[in-house]
């Protein structure tokens, strides 16, 4: 059997590209080698894209001084990176793509528009399940219509927090008591997110908010279990939901230090939950995958409160890879190691 030349793509310009960095070590050391052939392509934080030869190089973080630069040619009669090293230039086919990127500029359909511009088979979620999923204003609007409990909220513009920050803040405190969360629309890993007890701390978070997106949410405080789902499927396989995993944040709540480097933080896979929960998230999940025209894999997020009310959070179309992450230890836990898991999508590529 002939190998295959799949591309992977990891790093990116998002406030997660370390988590990337991190979730692609796991990735390619599960690729089954005998299948396909690596091309290795590192993107900076300035959006710098550069050739990487090896793990080693990702983990250390020596890809970033690699001196072969490389671009995905958008030429659909192409299919290949082009390389370019001390002024000579050359191509590498490849077979499809595999982008362990998270949030903007990986995860919101822009790379996804460039494959599908290309016609390069690609691992996970086309642009428009890409691009709503990734801005949970829009992905709210979606949900809104399935007859899923959501997190009430207040959309945020920043153009209307520099004109007018005293209405933005009459129309939360007319909405909601304290305290609320405030979530930048457009942003992984709980970037700029932030809890606010009172309304000096509701204009700092609305403050750090804006720093990382132009449009913000503002919800109501949900107290219960933090729960998530893992999906995979689309097109002509069946949708299929994983067993539910619980969060045992750190922190006062689930950020970006206390999901990554807090180690007091835990993840329950089947954890007890009241009544039937477990059962209505998995069906909402697969729901909200289908609505949003969610294709490979994805991970929903849900509360659950002590009623056994299930209420949405946010669907993460690449979700992370990391040791510590809950996409591959569900599947795991469902009897789907890492290596057939990154097959499968892999093969799911292919069929789009």
């Not at 207040?154 to 405190?173: A, F, G, L, N, Y």
């Not at 294709?295 to 009623?307: I, K, M, N």
């Amino acid at each position: 059997m002939d190998k295959k030349k799949l591309a992977v793509l990891f790093g990116g310009q998002s406030s997660e590209h370390m988590v990337s960095c991190m979730s692609a070590v796991n990735v390619i050391e599960q690729i089954d080698t005998e299948k396909y052939d690596l091309v290795l392509l590192g993107i900076t934080e300035e959006g710098r894209w550069l050739k990487t030869e090896t793990v080693e190089d990702i983990r250390s973080g020596a890809w970033k001084e690699s001196g072969v630069e490389a671009v995905i040619a958008p030429d659909a009669t192409r299919k290949c990176v082009i390389f370019r090293e001390n002024g000579r230039y050359w191509e590498e086919p490849i077979d499809a793509a595999f982008p362990v990127l998270h949030g903007l500029y990986g995860e919101d359909g822009t790379v996804q528009g460039l494959f599908s511009l290309a016609q390069i088979p690609y691992v996970g979620c086309g642009v428009l399940a890409s691009a709503v999923s990734m801005d949970k204003l829009y992905t709210k609007i979606i949900v809104d219509d399935l007859g899923i409990r959501q997190a009430a909220y207040v959309p945020v513009m920043t153009w209307k927090m520099e004109k007018d920050m005293d209405s933005v803040i009459r129309q939360v405190e007319e909405k909601f008591s304290y305290p609320v969360f405030i979530k930048p629309s457009n942003a992984g890993s709980s970037k700029g997110v932030s809890k606010a007890e009172n309304r000096e701390q509701l204009v700092a978070g609305l403050k750090e908010a804006a720093r990382h997106d132009r449009k913000i949410l503002v919800e109501e405080t949900i107290v219960g279990h933090e729960v998530e789902c893992a999906v995979f499927g689309g097109g002509q396989k069946p949708v299929q939901s994983s067993g539910v995993g619980e969060i045992l944040a750190a922190a006062d709540f689930y950020d970006f230090e206390s999901k990554y480097f807090n180690e007091e933080s835990r993840t329950v896979v089947n954890p007890r939950l009241p009544g039937d929960a477990a059962e209505q998230v998995q069906k909402a999940a697969e729901k909200i995958f289908n609505a949003v025209d969610g294709y490979g894999l994805s991970r929903v997020d849900f509360f659950v409160t002590e009623a056994g009310e299930v209420i949405f959070n946010e669907i993460n179309t690449l979700p992370g890879f990391t040791a510590i992450s809950m996409y591959p230890m569900l599947w795991e836990a469902a009897g789907v190691p890492k290596k057939e898991l990154i097959d499968r999508l892999i093969d799911l590529a292919f069929e789009r």
